[in-house]
């Protein structure tokens, strides 16, 4: 029996979203749309739906607007049907619809992420732990200390224990073989770089050594190294090291996918500052594309650097690329439509809105309140008496004039415009009284923006 599905939405939504689940033509599930008496969705409350919505109820799922304040889990007890929010915008429902639930987990991950403390001589033990919490935060699950040649690091004993203790796992970054053994005499979990030569520092240790090729790019002397390793009983992880754009890139990558080819078991760590830091490019695509790469070739552990300010948020972002990238392969399915979290600076369906739909809530607009939209052709300012399109805020100066605003209605719509104007010029999806959503590029405001909404201006002029 297909399922039944019940859609609760407002007067002026309700058109709309019959328009939509018509357009999808043959499904696998019967519907109806239910306008439960408001004529804005998102105004619906608890008490409105138990009220309007007649007991008991002929659907298997109830599906509300996304921004209704409604809660889901206390109508579903009192309804005795699944209570469930939906998209925010109508012309998101197809895609909500048709979606896999086990895919909207984003939960997992096999990627273990080394977030590096670059110059972490300089600081000392307070500032190395409000450090390395910050990173942990954004998703590292182990802290690298890097050593600087020719600084001396007396406290690094002291920080190994310090970031310990607070239940940090810990690595150092050393080329000083002397730093190498103080840290793993110091409990590190981890040291990086050893190389064949080097290889002797870890017998013995409990902690766990990365190497990397001698001479670099040598991937026979990494084997050789491993082979090693493994007659002594040293785990290890191998490094084959990832090179920048025109010095070497290209072949490094074949080195990671040979030495995946000849060791298929093995425990790899590829490091991505090489491009995140030296590309002139966002860093969220780059991350992207190195973190798919890990997925393919089974590359567990990847070290991150974030100095440059251009990849302030590099440790988010390798987070956020791990999830996506396990639930792709997971589900045997391309890395899209699961998250927007790396979209950072375009929008996969920024305008949900077109010139009809704009229109049609023009019309049925009755009051002085404005509403601003933004389409594919441009910005949308109107209320019951006015309406203006434009692409530049400051475009819509001449049009509002005589509008009798206020200095807080200026003030709100002058910020509300400029950022519809960003929105448009970037294809960012646009919401009013919302901030613009850049994905992990830029954290969400820690509370609720407070909703702006003033008297409305007297109407001078239609």
Known sequence: MAERLLFLTGHLAAPRLRRTLESLGPVDFSWEVVDVGVKVAALMTDAIVRRRLPAPLAADRVIFPGRAALDAEALSRHFGVPFERGPDEIADLPFFLTRRPASLDLSGYDIRIFAEIVDAARLDEAALLARAKALAGEGADVIDLGCTPGLPFPHLERAIGRLKAEGLAVSVDSGDGTELARAIAAGADFVLSLTPSTLALARGARTVPILVPEPPGDLESLLAAFETARREGIAVILDPVLEPIHFGLTASLLRYAELRRRLPEAE???GTGNLTELTDADSAGVTALLLGICSELGIRQVLTVQVSPHTRRTVAE????????????????????????????????????????????RAAVRDANFRIHVTESGIHLFNAALALTGREALGFWEGLAGAGLDAAHAFYLGQELAKAELAWRLGKRYVQDEPLDFGVAAPAPRAPRRHFAPAGPTLRRT
Do not use: N, S
């Open 268 to 270: 790899i760590l590829m």
């Open 318 to 361: 390798h987070d956020a690329a791990r999830r996506l990238m396990f639930a792709a392969r997971r589900d045997g399915a391309l890395p899209r439509l699961y998250t927007e979290a790396l979209l950072q600076v375009h929008d996969r369906r920024p305008f949900p809105l077109g010139e009809a739909e704009i229109a049609e809530a």
